[in-house]
């Protein structure tokens, strides 16, 4: 799976963003799809996953009641619907695709097996 995110730059806080990640190689239908993000000088942290068919969704605790991940597999993307930013959510954000149509530990990553190239997320105070 080729995985191609975009949509990330510069906002201030209390902003929204609009992340897109778009998948070609295996049938989009067949994986679950996951957001997750880097910042400097810390390690990788889940934010969101969502199953094949869009039916379950799951989110850090730190982005619930903010952020909304979505798919549209006539599309084949994933979006991640970023409101009410803070400055704690500047990191590089990467998609990530399933192994399978659902995930069993998504917080840990290993759910996922191919990752696209990241784009950056900014937001100042």
């Known amino acids: 799976v080729q995985l191609q995110a975009s949509g990330g730059g510069l906002v201030q806080a209390g902003g929204s963003l609009r992340l897109s990640c778009a998948a070609s190689?295996?049938?989009?239908?067949?994986?679950?799809m996951g957001w997750f993000r880097q910042a400097p000088g810390k390690e990788r942290e889940f934010v969101a996953a969502i199953t094949a068919r869009g039916g379950s969704k799951f989110y850090a605790d730190s982005v619930k009641g903010r952020f909304t991940i979505s798919r549209d597999n006539a599309k084949n993307t994933v979006y991640l619907q970023m409101n009410s930013l803070k400055p704690e959510d500047t990191a590089v954000y990467y998609c990530a695709a399933g192994r399978g149509p659902y995930y069993s530990d998504p917080i840990m990553g290993a759910d996922f097996g191919s990752w696209g190239q990241g784009t950056q997320v900014t937001v100042s105070s």
């Open positions: 190689g295996r049938s989009f239908t067949s994986y679950a």
